[in-house]
């Protein structure tokens, strides 16, 4: 017998995110379906392996998929945290960034690309290299041979099949990166998915944006108080970024940027200095990233799709801040 891996408690709040149509199937077997979801991205099994009790493996994933497609499991992320700041659970006095490299599994690859889209993408690199060709004089272009030009385009299509399913090549094999915004009590807030060899630094804005944390009324709060990153994050965008919005930087400086801007005097600008006891606490990202890493199928990537990984992250991340409400509330 498979354990429960729902309670009633947690079971009434994710009801009503759940669409049912008019002929849809009955509630409780609709929990289950919903069990077998979550037992496949705790687990990291396939999903031909679901057990029985959660119904035929093939339906449980065609109900992922609908749920996957219809936002299900981003809207249920968001209603949690929505749920927690309406009873003033959310704490936004520190939010913290940070990333993590996910292994790909060697069934992440492959990921089917309609012809039209990937044509597309062809278009779009060969405008690029052309691009690039024009710049060089015309004593160093290079001369056009069938063969290689043959080489070159099947090297172009496999880089644009990964850049696509959100996979970067590194000496270890396929990666994914998942950069998460957490909040002090080591709950997610967003979640951004890039390839593995893509700098923390560019996504430090993009992260912050997807902020939204909806109370009982008014608009949705989208500025913490303070944010804290590690020295990846230190760069004068994102600290402009922060100044602007009138937020709080707690972020060290790194000893080469210390170094250029003592060798300017004057012109290099003030000082960079960060609190040091709210950097402490940084390591709630650190700890939410192991909570989020418990799940296996988290841990490491068995998706194809970057959008069936990134709604097994949407899910992970909701079930944390159900699990502390339907705690909160017993």
């Keep these: 017998?498979?354990?429960?891996?729902?309670?009633?408690?947690?079971?009434?709040?994710?009801?009503?995110?759940?669409?049912?149509?008019?002929?849809?199937?009955?509630?409780?077997?609709?929990?289950?379906?919903?069990?077998?979801?979550?037992?496949?991205?705790?687990?990291?099994?396939?999903?031909?392996?679901?057990?029985?009790?959660?119904?035929?493996?093939?339906?449980?994933?065609?109900?992922?998929?609908?749920?996957?497609?219809?936002?299900v499991f981003e809207a249920l992320l968001e209603g949690a945290i929505a749920e927690a700041a309406k009873r003033g659970e959310v704490d936004l006095s520190l939010v913290s960034v940070d990333s993590t490299t996910v292994r790909a599994h060697q069934d992440a690859a492959g990921m089917h690309l309609e012809p039209d889209a990937l044509a597309a993408l062809e278009k779009a690199a060969e405008e690029t290299d052309k691009?690039?060709?024009?710049?060089?004089?015309?004593?160093?272009?290079?001369?056009?041979?069938p063969e290689r030009e043959e080489r070159r385009r099947v090297r172009r299509r496999r880089k644009l099949r990964l850049?696509?399913?959100?996979?970067?090549?590194?000496?270890?094999?396929?990666?994914?990166?998942?950069?998460?915004?957490?909040?002090?009590?080591?709950?997610?807030?967003?979640?951004?998915?890039?390839?593995?060899?893509a700098a923390d630094s560019p996504q430090f804005i993009t992260v912050l944006k997807r902020?939204?944390?909806?109370?009982?009324?008014?608009?949705?709060?989208?500025?913490?108080?303070?944010?804290?990153?590690?020295?990846?994050?230190?760069?004068?965008?994102?600290?402009?970024?922060?100044?602007?919005?009138?937020?709080?930087?707690?972020?060290?400086?790194?000893?080469?940027?210390?170094?250029?801007?003592?060798?300017k005097g004057s012109k290099g600008g003030r000082p960079v200095s960060h609190d040091a006891e709210l950097y402490k606490d940084r390591n709630t990202v650190e700890r939410?990233?192991?909570?989020?890493?418990?799940?296996?199928?988290?841990?490491?990537?068995?998706d194809k799709t970057p959008t069936s990984y990134l709604a097994g992250l949407h899910l992970r991340g909701a079930m944390i801040w159900i699990k502390d409400l339907t705690r909160i509330a017993t």
């Design 1 to 71: 017998m498979t354990r429960v891996q729902l309670s009633d408690a947690e079971w009434e709040f994710i009801k009503p995110y759940l669409p049912i149509g008019e002929y849809g199937p009955y509630p409780e077997r609709l929990r289950r379906q919903f069990e077998g979801v979550i037992w496949h991205f705790k687990t990291g099994s396939q999903w031909r392996e679901t057990p029985r009790e959660f119904g035929a493996w093939s339906t449980v994933h065609n109900r992922f998929r609908q749920w996957r497609d219809a936002g």
């Design 288 to 302: 939410l990233i192991n909570k989020m890493k418990a799940w296996r199928g988290i841990a490491t990537r068995y």
């Design 163 to 197: 850049r696509a399913a959100l996979l970067g090549r590194s000496r270890g094999g396929q990666t994914s990166k998942v950069h998460i915004a957490g909040e002090r009590k080591c709950r997610p807030l967003a979640f951004i998915l890039t390839e593995g060899q």
């Design 211 to 263: 902020i939204r944390v909806r109370g009982p009324v008014g608009r949705p709060r989208i500025r913490p108080d303070a944010v804290a990153g590690d020295k990846a994050y230190s760069s004068r965008g994102n600290r402009s970024h922060l100044r602007k919005r009138s937020i709080k930087a707690v972020i060290p400086e790194k000893v080469d940027q210390a170094a250029n801007r003592k060798k």
């Design 131 to 145: 691009a690039r060709q024009r710049g060089r004089p015309a004593g160093t272009r290079r001369a056009r041979h």
